[in-house]
């Protein structure tokens, strides 16, 4: 920081890099198994570059229209995380009045805000991309250092594109919706690339959609010509396409910091206005207490859901990444058992559900050290809190089975009672390892515990796969997709 004037872009900008890699897991078991995966994944990369020190590595046109589709793919990923980044600079409390009330210039910090969000993405693909390309590259093939500047390049644009975005929606919705539909037009621009390859016509080959689009778009020449061809050429050492690629990444960046300040400036402001949603009646405040600890805190839960939806969109849009595996299922013309299918998916998506909300009651919970005083007893509250977690994702978890009960009735009875099983255990672990916290400071916690992430999953896998098995046996499993 010294290196730099105080107050400059230069200074703003150090610090905005330092947060960026601050923000990574610095202790627990989370910090030494990611070192772990990152020291294997890095063996790998060297074993990798030691067996092609010596070989040529071709570039024959598929791998540049391939390398095509895997940019805009990860454009797709970086952009829906550049539009929650921007999201949180926005709206969740940090350094961003203290910077606009300094006499430095909005533009400024808008600037060296934004450079953080870029180096927030890069930091994430780095991780998965530099640990192979930079070994290849040393020993014998110096050309993909291209795909360094190529994944600068991607992120420079995410974070002016999703910037942009956040900033629109705001505009369009007003700032007290702007952070729900945000994280809906976020998750759903993630997944967009995965359903409109599902939803677009199959070939009359019977070929998968993947690889009939792949064909068409290797046919027209796209990523092999022109300025389509242009992050290939660059990926693979191209001097001039990695000027032109890295050159447009900045002119972007930098225009989103001259065109958005005044837009940036006003989301802020209005972000920071706190709107009441109702205002005091004087009326009998009797209908708020409920008879029983369990209506109570089911009420509660319910209560605070209902105030911030925004919390409960992190977790259910989850299951727009679940809409590619299942329009692939249907789009299948093998003979696949449909119900054994239908009721793994039940059971995976309950588990995932109702986990998620009962770890949402627990580290979301806003009077932590109140209920640890209560004269009640724990599991009484556990109990309420996991009905609240069941009631919260029930209108989600009875779809399937209401589907399966159209092939197979039993079948779908079977389904219903291992989701309700398997999603019950889920619950059950994320109450019992997640640690309590204050609502206020929930959004720093995007997480729950990598252990009960790891028991949900066996869960899912025990009692999905119990349940295809029993769809199956009871003959549910012979409805086949035609």
């Not at 300025?227 to 930098?254: E, H, K, Q, T, W």
């Amino acid at each position: 920081m010294s290196l730099a004037r105080p107050a400059s872009f230069t200074w703003l900008a150090l610090h905005e890099l330092r947060l960026a890699f601050r923000a990574r897991p610095r202790r627990g078991v989370a910090r030494w198994i990611g070192y772990l995966l990152l020291a294997a994944w890095c063996l790998i990369g060297v074993a990798l570059a030691w067996g092609l020190r010596d070989q040529p590595i071709p570039i024959p046109p598929a791998a540049m229209t391939g390398l095509l589709a895997i940019c805009l793919l990860a454009l797709s990923f970086m952009t829906a995380q550049a539009m929650i980044g921007s999201q949180r600079t926005l709206y969740q409390s940090g350094d961003l009045q203290l910077l606009l009330s300094a006499p430095i210039p909005g533009r400024t910090v808008l600037l060296a805000k934004l450079l953080g969000i870029v180096a927030t993405i890069a930091l994430t693909y780095a991780v998965l991309v530099l640990p192979i390309v930079v070994p290849v590259a040393v020993l014998g093939h110096p050309r993909l250092f291209g795909l360094v500047a190529v994944l600068v390049a991607l992120a420079l644009v995410a974070a002016s594109l999703g910037l942009g975005l956040t900033l629109l929606i705001a505009t369009s919705v007003g700032p007290r919706a702007a952070r729900t539909v945000g994280q809906i037009a976020a998750a759903v621009l993630g997944g967009s690339l995965f359903l409109a390859t599902q939803l677009m016509p199959r070939s009359a080959s019977g070929r998968s959609t993947f690889v009939a689009l792949f064909e068409r778009l290797q046919a027209a020449g796209i990523g092999t010509t022109g300025i389509s061809g242009l992050p290939a050429r660059a990926a693979f050492g191209d001097p001039l396409a990695i000027a032109l690629v890295l050159g447009a990444g900045l002119v972007l960046f930098a225009g989103a910091g001259v065109t958005l300040e005044r837009s940036f400036l006003a989301g802020y402001l209005d972000g920071e206005i706190k709107l009441s949603r109702t205002r005091p009646t004087g009326r009998a405040s009797g209908r708020l207490f409920h008879a029983g600890l369990t209506r109570t805190v089911f009420a509660k839960e319910w209560k605070l859901l209902a105030r911030d939806p925004a919390l409960a969109f992190q977790i259910v849009l989850r299951l727009i990444y679940l809409a590619p595996l299942v329009l692939g299922l249907i789009g299948n013309r093998h003979a696949v058992p449909i119900p054994a299918a239908l009721a793994f998916a039940s059971v995976l998506i309950a588990s995932q559900l109702v986990g998620s909300f009962a770890w949402l009651t627990v580290s979301a919970e806003d009077a932590p050290d109140l209920l640890q005083v209560a004269p009640v007893a724990r599991d009484a509250v556990d109990n309420a809190k996991l009905l609240a977690a069941f009631a919260m994702a029930a209108p989600f978890v009875l779809v399937l089975p209401i589907v399966l009960s159209l092939q197979t009735p039993v079948g779908a009875v079977i389904t219903l009672a291992m989701t309700v099983l398997g999603g019950g255990s889920a619950g059950y672990v994320e109450l019992k390892l997640g640690k309590p916290g204050k609502r206020g400071a929930f959004n720093k916690r995007r997480s729950g515990s990598i252990v009960a992430g790891i028991l949900s999953l066996l869960i899912a896998l025990v009692f999905g796969g119990g349940a295809a098995a029993l769809v199956f046996l009871v003959g549910g499993g012979m409805a086949t997709l035609r």
